[in-house]
């Protein structure tokens, strides 16, 4: 064992020498530690070969079809395409996102807060639609993320890297990262130079903590990912203030039986944690319910009517909230 770990790191360090890696498919340095959020990693084949461009690009084809090839694949094509027009959903609440993954900024009179991160490949959608917005990006000086997958982290290592931005995370998929990196599905992301990051700030069930004039309250809904968070705060227009609801992840995804299975979760604890959560806080005063994917919320076409009625606001709605539970409970029960 020893021996075929030091001939991997002496292939692998070779540019003579082709190897595969487990995850991606990719040789150095894509294949290094950092490639599956700095852990180790296994070369499951070594072959001699010369190395020459048109191998290169032949591997480049072969990797790049097989990511697009998977169900996942089409979620990190021409993600400009999915791009949303920014707009204001309420006083210091705005929406940066896309049409598939949400992304929100509360300006807290003291710098952005911002929920969530977007897709990985989307970071320039994002960033164009901060400064659309009438925001610098730089400005952005804490993140706070629903939950640890690689469609709503996109852009954390951009700005921790250019603006030195704070990122905060349920402490459980803080875990995740250091001992279950594959859980986060960065392999997905069909670029192994994306790599995990260092979480600032590990949220804890019942933390409050304040961001410029924003408070707020945090509670874990494990269930989607075991460290999903729920968010409440205070959101105004200047005359009023409502109370905004975030909630983590309601994907279904990750309660498959096969994916539970292979999880060790034979159990199915997953589920019934789940079940918990929206228990947990379904009875929270909520007046505005902000998705973490857009169709949580319907919010395109919530988005369409407020063009067309600009003197209406559908996402103050204080009963979205607890149907929105209500039908996740119904559903998850079937399941």
């Known amino acids: 064992m020893k021996l075929y770990f030091l001939l991997c790191i002496v292939f692998a360090n070779s540019t003579s020498y082709k190897y595969t ?15 599956a959020g700095q852990q180790p990693m296994e070369f499951i084949s070594v072959r001699k070969s010369k190395m020459s461009i048109k191998s290169d690009y032949k591997d480049y084809e072969e990797h790049r079809n ?16 999915r791009y949303v027009k920014p707009f204001q959903i309420y006083g210091n609440l705005y929406y940066v ?12 009179g003291e710098g952005l807060l911002m929920f969530d991160a977007g897709n990985c490949g989307a970071q320039a959608v994002l960033i164009q639609s901060i400064w659309e917005m009438g925001f610098n990006p730089a400005d952005v000086k804490w993140i706070i993320l629903s939950h640890g997958h690689v469609d709503h982290f996109g852009a954390v290592n951009f700005f ?37 990051f260092h979480v600032d700030v590990a949220v ?6 304040t961001f410029g004039n924003t408070t707020v309250e945090f509670y874990l809904v494990p269930g989607h990912t075991k460290g999903c968070i729920v968010c409440f705060f205070d959101i105004t227009d200047g005359k009023e203030r409502k109370r905004a609801g975030y909630y ?13 299975n292979e999880i060790g979760d034979s159990g ?16 929270q005063k909520v007046d505005l319910f902000m998705g973490n994917h857009t169709s949580n919320v319907d919010l395109l076409n919530k988005h369409e ?16 909230w607890k149907n929105y539970l209500d039908q996740k409970k119904k559903e998850l029960k079937e399941l």
Request: proline share 4%; hydrophobic share 30%.
């Open 160 to 196: 921790k890297n250019m603006f030195g931005t704070k990122i905060y995370m349920g402490e459980p998929d803080v875990k995740m990262f250091r001992e279950h990196p594959e859980l986060t599905m960065i392999q997905e992301s069909g670029n192994c130079m994306d790599t995990l």
């Open 204 to 209: 804890k069930e019942g933390d409050i903590r």
């Open 66 to 81: 097989r990511i697009a090839g998977k169900k996942t694949g089409k979620f990190f094509i021409n993600q400009e395409l």
């Open 97 to 108: 996102g896309g049409s598939w993954v949400c992304v929100h900024i509360v300006d807290t």
């Open 268 to 283: 199915f604890q997953a589920r019934k944690d789940y079940l918990h959560s929206l228990e947990k806080v379904r009875n």
């Open 248 to 260: 983590g992840g309601f994907g279904f995804n990750t309660l498959q039986s096969d994916y539970l």
């Open 305 to 320: 009517y407020m063009l067309k009625h600009p003197d209406e606001n559908q996402f103050l709605d204080d009963k979205a």
């Open 21 to 35: 890696c487990r995850l991606y498919g990719c040789r150095p340095p894509h294949g290094s530690a950092a490639c």
